[in-house]
């Protein structure tokens, strides 16, 4: 069964740290794009960093440029979301997806994702 599980969330102070952890299981994930996406309450779904199968190419969205990088570990078929320098903004459920053949154009469109995780929380709050 095909399961992405994301770990890692938690209550953190402004300026804080939290890194996210988005593991595989009954697959690997070495030939899947990985996304991050975030969602506040109230709000929609929207995309946060991408990384490549390979590692090769990242992005991240603007609001979180120089704070977010998103890392993977093939070896561990993990990817991690590092996030510093926290804002109250930030605080939303974080979800990873993966997909096979993502178009990098459509990289930040939440329905063109094969598999989600259940997420995890981030709560940023002094």
């Known amino acids: 069964q095909v399961q992405l599980v994301e770990s890692g969330g938690g209550m953190v102070q402004p300026g804080g740290s939290l890194r996210l952890s988005c593991a595989a299981s009954g697959f690997t994930l070495d030939s899947y794009a990985i996304g991050w996406f975030r969602q506040a309450p109230g709000k929609e779904r929207e995309g946060v960093s991408y990384?490549?199968?390979?590692?090769?190419?990242?992005y991240v969205v603007e609001s979180v440029k120089g704070r977010f990088t998103i890392s993977r570990d093939n070896a561990k078929n993990t990817v991690y979301l590092q996030m510093n320098s926290l804002k109250p903004e930030d605080t939303a459920v974080y979800y990873c997806?993966?997909?096979?053949?993502?178009?990098?154009?459509?990289?930040?469109?939440?329905?063109?994702?094969?598999?989600w995780g259940q997420g995890t929380r981030v709560t940023v709050s002094s």
């Open positions: 997806a993966a997909d096979r053949n993502i178009l990098l154009s459509r990289r930040w469109v939440p329905s063109h994702w094969d598999y």
């Open positions: 990384i490549s199968s390979s590692g090769d190419t990242t």
